[in-house]
């Protein structure tokens, strides 16, 4: 159940990036490489892979950071028994038991700092 | 200049998009070692002949040959990656992500590495100095020559380049064609041209073919394409002649502008250039100058006659002529065609 909501709410912003991708490879870069003597897969391989491949990745980090801190999705749906980390730190914080939450904060923001990274890097370079 | 080996052949080849017939009996012959140039209007299926031609889409039917084996029919298909044909794609097409040396080598094979080809080419087209730019940091006139070079590079039987110069500026272009011209001749590679500018196909192309409509109308060297077009179509596709209505009895027809001497019996168009209509001042003259344009080499100066009828006379700079001013004319050669009804 989890797992389905999670994918009807980050599904567009997966897709999305990947389109955007999808978008730089103009349909004369396939036509240049093919009339260069490269088939189909050579072709996929050498261009469309490598153009795509910064937004497919950046999509990914997107959406590993937004289900890193999804709480009140997590909160109505999870199964017994599981845990994630936002919920770990809206838990203990409501108890009052800050030092608890402090330590799972602490991991979560070290966990969502490499995504972050990459999202950042990618638009300075732009 | 004479060319006596067919490279490419198209024989009522026909294509159409989404229910519009973009080609339509579509026969093009391409000589080895010749620039052929397709010169259409935009919509005319230009740039639809060049991507039959490299393999990127099918016709619906006809047939393609080079050197005298079919390449495409109804049962025959070979696909555009064993065509060895290159293509200078309008936006050039260049891969953002490589750089140029590496554009250029993308069509190599490793023998042609290692024989040294990826230099000759980069010196053949004086590109050293770029070679590892990327293409978003060349001008358009570099990212032009970088595109030739590419498509150049796997030593193609043909070149086609699509509208190779209209993104760049009037200057750049003329310098860029001449370069290329000259490229193309010294390496005697095979190239189609399709453009729709008309100095450029005359200038450039040893063998010009008139696009209309889907169809090849006439297909010629650029002087008898000038001199002789065929119809009022493609008159009209090179310069801008007068066309005056005609009725040709016994071999003479009577226009505003005369009396001429026709091949034709029957309606007619009678084609005039206006390098061939001369003026002199006369205060006596039957035509009343109108409006004069001047753009130094030369200067046209649309003029009527009695009935208020307008026409285009070009001539040499050196006299000035006003609105109002009254003029003789002489005209030293016009073409006619019978009608179309």
Same mark, same amino acid.
């Given at each position: 159940?989890?797992?389905? =909501? $999670?994918?009807? !709410?980050?599904?567009?912003?997966?897709?999305?990036?990947?389109?955007?991708?999808?978008?730089?490879?103009?349909?004369?870069?396939?036509?240049?490489?093919?009339?260069?003597?490269?088939?189909?897969?050579? +072709?996929?391989?050498?261009? +469309?892979?490598?153009?795509? $491949?910064?937004?497919?990745?950046?999509?990914?980090?997107? !959406?590993?950071?937004? +289900?890193?801190?999804?709480?009140?999705?997590?909160?109505?749906?999870?199964? +017994?028994?599981?845990?994630?980390?936002?919920?770990?730190?809206? =838990?203990?914080?409501?108890?009052?038991?800050?030092?608890?939450?402090?330590? =799972?904060?602490?991991?979560?923001?070290?966990?969502?700092?490499?995504?972050?990274?990459?999202?950042?890097?990618?638009?300075?370079?732009? | 200049?004479? *060319?006596?080996?067919?490279?490419?052949?198209?024989?009522?080849?026909?294509?159409?998009?989404?229910?519009?017939?973009?080609?339509?009996?579509?026969?093009?012959?391409?000589?080895?070692?010749?620039?052929?140039?397709?010169?259409?209007?935009?919509?005319?299926?230009?740039? /639809?002949?060049?991507?039959?031609?490299?393999?990127?889409?099918?016709?619906?039917?006809?047939?393609?040959?080079?050197?005298?084996?079919?390449?495409?029919?109804?049962?025959?298909?070979?696909?555009?990656?064993?065509?060895?044909?290159?293509?200078?794609?309008?936006?050039?097409?260049?891969? &953002?992500?490589?750089?140029?040396?590496?554009?250029? @080598?993308?069509?190599?094979?490793?023998?042609?590495?290692?024989?040294?080809?990826?230099?000759?080419?980069?010196?053949?087209?004086?590109?050293?100095?770029?070679?590892?730019?990327? &293409?978003?940091?060349?001008?358009?006139?570099?990212?032009?020559?970088?595109?030739?070079?590419?498509?150049?590079?796997?030593?193609?039987?043909?070149?086609?380049?699509?509208? &190779? *110069?209209?993104?760049?500026?009037?200057?750049?272009?003329?310098?860029?064609?001449?370069?290329?011209?000259?490229?193309?001749?010294?390496?005697?590679?095979?190239?189609?041209?399709?453009?729709?500018?008309?100095?450029? @196909?005359?200038? #450039?192309?040893?063998? #010009?073919? #008139?696009?209309?409509?889907?169809?090849?109308?006439?297909?010629? /060297?650029?002087?008898?394409?000038?001199?002789?077009?065929?119809?009022?179509?493609?008159?009209?596709? #090179?310069?801008?002649?007068?066309?005056?209505?005609?009725?040709?009895?016994?071999?003479?027809?009577?226009?505003?502008?005369?009396?001429?001497?026709?091949?034709?019996?029957? @309606?007619?168009?009678?084609?005039?250039?206006?390098?061939?209509?001369?003026?002199?001042?006369?205060?006596?003259?039957?035509?009343?100058?109108?409006?004069?344009?001047?753009?130094?080499?030369?200067?046209?100066?649309?003029?009527?006659?009695?009935?208020?009828?307008? *026409?285009?006379?070009?001539?040499? &700079?050196?006299?000035?002529?006003?609105?109002?001013?009254?003029?003789?004319?002489?005209?030293?050669?016009?073409?006619?065609?019978?009608?179309?009804?």
């Amino acid at each position: 159940m989890l797992i389905i =909501s $999670y994918l009807i !709410v980050f599904l567009p912003q997966a897709v999305g990036g990947g389109q955007a991708a999808m978008e730089q490879v103009k349909s004369s870069y396939i036509d240049a490489s093919l009339g260069m003597g490269m088939n189909k897969f050579m +072709t996929f391989t050498k261009i +469309t892979l490598p153009l795509i $491949y910064k937004g497919l990745v950046a999509g990914g980090a997107l !959406v590993f950071l937004s +289900t890193m801190k999804e709480l009140p999705q997590t909160l109505l749906l999870r199964p +017994t028994g599981l845990n994630t980390m936002a919920v770990d730190v809206w =838990s203990y914080a409501s108890e009052g038991l800050f030092t608890n939450a402090a330590f =799972s904060a602490f991991i979560l923001l070290a966990i969502s700092a490499f995504p972050t990274y990459i999202l950042s890097t990618r638009n300075l370079t732009r | 200049m004479a *060319f006596d080996n067919l490279l490419i052949r198209t024989r009522s080849v026909s294509k159409s998009y989404d229910e519009e017939q973009v080609l339509s009996d579509f026969n093009l012959d391409v000589w080895k070692g010749s620039i052929t140039g397709i010169l259409g209007s935009s919509g005319s299926g230009k740039t /639809t002949a060049l991507r039959l031609i490299a393999g990127f889409d099918r016709p619906d039917a006809g047939i393609i040959e080079m050197k005298n084996e079919v390449i495409v029919s109804d049962e025959v298909w070979l696909p555009p990656e064993k065509r060895n044909i290159g293509m200078v794609f309008q936006d050039y097409a260049l891969f &953002p992500h490589l750089s140029v040396e590496k554009n250029i @080598a993308f069509g190599l094979g490793k023998n042609d590495l290692e024989q040294g080809r990826l230099k000759e080419v980069i010196d053949m087209c004086n590109l050293s100095g770029l070679i590892n730019k990327f &293409p978003q940091e060349l001008s358009g006139g570099q990212q032009q020559r970088v595109a030739l070079a590419r498509a150049l590079a796997p030593n193609p039987e043909v070149v086609l380049l699509d509208e &190779p *110069f209209t993104s760049l500026d009037a200057q750049m272009a003329r310098v860029l064609r001449d370069e290329v011209v000259e490229l193309l001749k010294n390496t005697e590679t095979t190239a189609i041209i399709v453009t729709h500018d008309q100095e450029e @196909a005359l200038s #450039v192309c040893d063998v #010009v073919s #008139v696009l209309e409509k889907g169809k090849i109308i006439q297909s010629s /060297t650029p002087q008898e394409i000038y001199l002789n077009p065929v119809s009022k179509t493609v008159a009209n596709s #090179v310069g801008d002649p007068n066309i005056l209505k005609g009725f040709s009895i016994d071999g003479r027809v009577e226009t505003s502008l005369g009396t001429f001497v026709s091949a034709y019996e029957g @309606a007619l168009d009678v084609s005039i250039r206006p390098e061939c209509i001369e003026l002199n001042l006369d205060s006596e003259g039957s035509y009343i100058v109108k409006e004069c344009t001047f753009y130094g080499h030369d200067q046209v100066i649309s003029f009527q006659n009695s009935k208020g009828e307008v *026409f285009r006379a070009r001539s040499l &700079p050196n006299t000035i002529y006003e609105a109002g001013d009254k003029v003789n004319i002489e005209i030293s050669e016009v073409t006619t065609f019978p009608s179309k009804v």
